[in-house]
């Protein structure tokens, strides 16, 4: 019997994620044990067992590894934006939004991997340095959704708007970091990151108080 195209894509797509992962996990190990900034490409493929020239098919560059799963912490925003109707209703779901995103990194699976992601983080200027892109990339992606939400706001505002709500979410972000890395238990990781954001979005609430009407969501 042979294989449909389907099941050969299916299969190939599962060995690509498979060494994706084997890439992703041999890095983390290195960065666990040596620092990021010590380990290179060429080390992180003999630890996967993989070709140097393998490692870059899969990521651009020791930082893309790191942050390998930064799409996941953005999944959400669209629909958190979208189906909110009115300012209040909106600043209530980007703060369980980014309470969510904090709750992951100190949840079931993902635990272990975040006190290794926030020591190896907070022990490296490089890392520190990329981050600030990630969080830039979060400003211009939230601006563009709000865009479609109230564009009767002028552009400088809905970028003010979206600055202040990703450097709460990140503050939320680094309270979290900053426990984890000193070996804090979860539970005081959580009442900080709470913390942060309650202040955050209660001083926003003030900044932008109302029930006023957002657009209508697109059909």
């Not at 993902?110 to 400003?139: C, M, W």
Request: proline content about 4%; glycine content about 6%.
């Amino acid at each position: 019997m042979t294989s449909s195209p389907t099941d050969t894509s299916g299969l190939r797509g599962r060995k690509r994620e498979r060494t994706r992962r084997a890439i992703s996990d041999a890095a983390f190990r290195l960065f666990s044990e040596q620092g990021f900034d010590a380990v290179t490409l060429t080390r992180i493929a003999a630890a996967a067992d993989v070709a140097p020239a393998t490692v870059f098919t899969h990521f651009a560059s020791k930082e893309d590894i790191f942050f390998s799963r930064r799409e996941e912490f953005w999944t959400g925003m669209p629909e958190t934006v979208g189906s909110a109707r009115t300012w209040d209703g909106l600043l209530d779901g980007l703060r369980a939004f980014y309470a969510g995103r904090c709750e992951r990194i100190l949840s079931g699976d993902h635990a272990a991997h975040g006190r290794v992601f926030s020591r190896v983080l907070l022990e490296s200027p490089a890392l520190r340095r990329s981050y600030l892109a990630i969080a830039a990339e979060r400003q211009q992606m939230l601006c563009e959704l709000l865009a479609a939400r109230a564009p009767q706001l002028p552009e400088a505002e809905r970028k003010l708007f979206a600055a202040l709500v990703v450097t709460v979410g990140e503050t939320a972000y680094a309270a979290v970091h900053t426990a984890l890395a000193a070996g804090e238990p979860a539970g005081r990781a959580r009442s900080a990151a709470e913390d942060a954001l309650d202040r955050g979005f209660a001083r926003l609430a003030r900044a932008y108080p109302g029930t006023a009407a957002l657009t209508a969501a697109p059909a």
